[in-house]
């Protein structure tokens, strides 16, 4: 009888522990998800943020390629009025 409380004692002290180290890397594999959860926060915003900074470039590029175009357009007209009055 006093054996099997010895037994008993054991293993409930053995499972004790061993639940208490799973408990242990439970909790530390779930700060490492949310660790892991921020920074995956801070990446999509970083590339939200790259992907406007290059948006508004390629507009403001496009704007400036416009802007170039209709002066060129304005050049050439000019250039052909002034060919053409010369000619005659």
């Given at each position: 009888?006093?054996?099997?409380?010895?037994?008993?004692?054991?293993?409930?002290?053995?499972?004790?522990?061993?639940?208490?180290?799973?408990?242990?890397?439970?909790?530390?594999?779930?700060?490492?998800?949310?660790?892991?959860?921020?920074?995956?926060?801070?990446?999509?915003?970083?590339?939200?943020?790259i992907k406007t900074?290059?948006?508004?470039?390629?507009?403001?590029?496009?704007?400036?390629?416009?802007?170039?175009?209709?002066?060129?357009?304005?050049?050439?007209?000019?250039?052909?009025?002034?060919?053409?009055?010369?000619?005659?």
């Open positions: 009888m006093e054996n099997e409380l010895i037994l008993n004692v054991l293993f409930g002290s053995i499972s004790s522990l061993l639940l208490a180290v799973v408990a242990y890397f439970i909790k530390q594999l779930h700060s490492d998800f949310k660790k892991m959860e921020k920074d995956i926060t801070e990446v999509k915003t970083m590339a939200l943020l900074e290059f948006k508004n470039s390629y507009d403001l590029l496009s704007q400036r390629v416009e802007y170039l175009e209709t002066r060129i357009k304005n050049l050439e007209l000019l250039n052909f009025k002034n060919k053409n009055d010369e000619k005659r």
